[in-house]
């Protein structure tokens, strides 16, 4: 059985809609999906929700329901969510599943008879909003703890923990060992920094029922409820244990964001390593999004919200923002001004005038039908589909991106220097003509497959309009010559319609 390359978000807090950056996570993580399989591997992408714990349990309480009728009137909303963005999913996990607990309790039943849990008496400082224990490191100078935390409440109280810093060093030694393991690399070297300079607590993992009852009992003692993020990052390896068929595990990329670093590489592999499982292959940590320079936040009604962009502008010019303007890893900066340039200037004028003016011309000149094959833009479009297929190697989607927009300048650009429409009028450079003609339909063929991965239905527009069947979904398809002379083309209609902004 050959295994399949297995691809992964976070899993969303269902206490609240999804936002920008949620979209954008998502719409990373479909990309590098798509890109895998334009490449020729079965993959297997998987998203979904984190249902468990006390802020669920008080916003369903807020809102008189029950905490499961909450979660599953919010978890209809996040999947249409996921329709809407045409996220190519194969899974879609949600914490409240039985599959789910079942691999949970069986983790802890399994991680508890070798010893790696211990019960113990705690006195300290609980934050409800963070469900998260404080201690005096977290106070600030005056004594008070951030107003992040929100409200703060001393607690007694017994739990279990899970040992973690017997792994401390074993952990160090992996991630050098292992440069690739989190990405970017300055990322790596803040966890490296957080290890070498801090000794690991033992991570309780566990709720006294008597405080929460919104959550996974504990196998071992029904006074307990699992703590919400041991549940949730087993997520990953439950959702492999429940299609056994497919060889999912070790996940071969995790994305997440900037803000959930320590769980996913601190926390997560040393529970791998208790579970006796590999580790994944590679923690892919983006950034946030800023909105015109200023921090996204509702309150001051400073958002983005990604449906009504889709709405007014269409899902290919959404995710083309996203991707084109944020590199994975550093932050980024929302601009209504910056979308709509990016809208007229690259898609409008770029991509869509281009192809527009190909098949236009191929109408008017040759009664659109594609001319004997010439190669005079081959090496172009080469050097594009082979960088861009070692950049989807590497999950470095914007440099993709670039590249291909190399190569639609390009073909703007040998417009220009050819002249077609000269060409045109004088008879005696009717081959010429053909020549110019064929390189720039098949360049735009080319562009279809490059693009597949981030604009999908725009390529299998530029497919439709070039008389082509099917999807434009393979990346071996890229290589040059596949339009065949006496091809007849189908009608042009814009990609990417001007708006007056």
Not at 104 to 133: D, I, M, P, R
Not at 297 to 302: I, V
Not at 489 to 501: H, M, Q, S, T, Y
């Amino acid at each position: 059985m050959s295994k399949r390359f297995y691809i992964t978000t976070a899993i969303d807090y269902v206490n609240g809609q999804p936002h920008l950056g949620h979209a954008y996570e998502k719409i990373i993580a479909d990309v590098i999906a798509r890109a895998r399989r334009s490449l020729g591997q079965e993959v297997f992408f998987l998203t979904g929700l984190d249902e468990h714990g006390q802020k669920v349990q008080q916003a369903a309480q807020a809102e008189k329901k029950n905490p499961q009728e909450y979660c599953d009137a919010l978890a209809a909303d996040w999947q249409a969510f996921a329709k809407k963005l045409e996220l190519t999913n194969d899974d879609f996990v949600r914490t409240t599943q039985p599959r789910h607990k079942e691999f949970v309790q069986a983790t802890l039943a399994k991680l508890n008879a070798a010893g790696h849990f211990y019960k113990a008496s705690y006195t300290g400082f609980y934050s409800t909003k963070e469900e998260t224990f404080l201690t005096e490191k977290d106070r600030l100078p005056d004594g008070k703890f951030d107003a992040s935390y929100g409200e703060v409440v001393e607690l007694k109280e017994d739990n279990y923990y899970f040992k973690l810093g017997a792994h401390q060093q074993w952990l160090i030694d992996y991630i050098e060992a292992n440069p690739d393991f989190i990405s970017p690399s300055y990322r790596r070297n803040e966890v490296l920094g957080f290890l070498k300079n801090n000794t690991l607590e033992d991570l309780c993992i566990s709720r006294p029922l008597a405080r929460l009852n919104w959550g996974i009992p504990l196998p071992f003692d029904p006074e307990f409820v699992t703590y919400v993020w041991f549940d949730a990052l087993v997520n990953y390896a439950s959702i492999a244990a429940a299609h056994p068929m497919l060889g999912l595990w070790p996940a071969d990329i995790h994305v997440i964001g900037k803000d959930i670093v320590k769980f996913h590489a601190v926390y997560w592999p040393i529970m791998l390593k208790a579970m006796g499982l590999p580790l994944p292959k590679q923690i892919l940590v983006h950034g946030w999004w800023q909105k015109d320079g200023a921090k996204i936040s509702k309150s001051t009604g400073n958002v983005v919200d990604p449906i009504t962009v889709i709405n007014e502008w269409g899902l290919d010019a959404f995710r083309f923002y996203v991707l084109r303007e944020l590199d994975i890893g550093p932050d980024g900066n929302w601009t209504d001004e910056g979308f709509a340039s990016r809208y007229d200037s690259e898609l409008a004028k770029k991509l869509g005038n281009l192809l527009n003016r190909v098949l236009s011309m191929l109408k008017s000149y040759r009664k659109g039908i594609v001319p004997a094959r010439h190669d005079e833009l081959a090496a172009d479009a080469a050097k594009a589909a082979d960088e861009t297929r070692a950049l989807f190697k590497q999950s470095q989607l914007q440099s993709a991106l670039q590249s291909i927009w190399g190569l639609v300048n390009r073909a703007n650009k040998f417009v220009d220097e050819t002249a077609p429409f000269k060409l045109a009028k004088d008879p005696a450079q009717a081959q010429r003509l053909d020549e110019v003609l064929y390189n720039l339909a098949e360049t735009c063929r080319v562009l279809a497959v490059l693009l597949w991965p981030f604009l999908p239905g725009t390529a299998t527009k530029i497919y439709a309009q070039l008389g082509l069947q099917g999807s434009p979904d393979k990346l071996d398809a890229a290589t040059w010559g596949g339009l065949q002379v006496g091809h007849a083309i189908g009608e042009p209609a814009p990609l990417f319609p001007r708006k007056d902004v």
